[in-house]
Structures are given as C-alpha cells and as structure tokens.
C-alpha cells in the first residue's frame, strides 16, 4: 500500500514537472495536456484503488503537488484563452474583408436596361 502512495506522488510529481518545464507558449500548452492526460487517467485508477483499500486520502506533500498542478494549469488554460481569442479576432477581420471586397465588386457591376422600345 505505501508503494501505491509512492507511485501517486511520483505520478503527482511527474504531471507538476512538465507544468514547470514549459515556455510559455499555447503549442507546447497543448502538448503537456496532452501528455499529461494519461498521466491523470493513471492517478484516477490509482486513486479509485486506494479509495477501494480504505486508504484514499492525500498526504501534505501530495496536497502541495496538486495545488501546484492547478495554479499551472490555470496558466495553461489562460494563455490558451487568450491565443483563441485572438483567433476568433482574426477570423472576424478575415470575415469583414470578405464583405468590403464583396461590396466593392457588386457597385461595379454594370447595370441591366431593358429595351424599351421592344
């Protein structure tokens, strides 16, 4: 049982880790979520397993891994906001271009007469 508990501080340790070693940037945000999502399906089972043996709840030291794992995250998940904002800011530009270059072509479109003396 305490080799359990090792294994979810080493796992807790591990996801914390890729948090600190990343640059900043919202690709390699996307990476470390990646890879750290099967990293936190592992902690799940773990965590089911001990809660089964009647030993579920975290030590001080695994409490300070997971509050540093969630103040990480919570910058993942702000720099990523803030990239799809920009995004979506862009694609709205993009979008109005459209429309002036459409406008622009339809008041040069030359008028229909009809012949009236038909």
Request: proline share 2%; no cysteine; hydrophobic share 35%.
């Amino acid at each position: 049982m305490p080799n359990q508990q090792y294994n979810r501080l080493g796992i807790l340790v591990q996801v914390s880790q890729r948090l600190h070693e990343w640059d900043g940037s919202s690709e390699q945000a996307n990476e470390i979520i990646e890879k750290n999502h099967v990293l936190l399906a592992e902690l799940k089972e773990m965590d089911s397993l001990l809660q089964q043996q009647g030993n579920g709840s975290y030590t001080e030291k695994e409490q300070n891994q997971v509050a540093a794992i969630i103040e990480g995250q919570q910058s993942l998940l702000a720099v990523i906001k803030k990239d799809r904002q920009a995004v979506l800011s862009k694609m709205k530009q993009m979008n109005q271009k459209n429309k002036v270059v459409d406008n622009y072509y339809s008041s040069f479109q030359q008028p229909i007469f009809v012949d009236r003396g038909m």
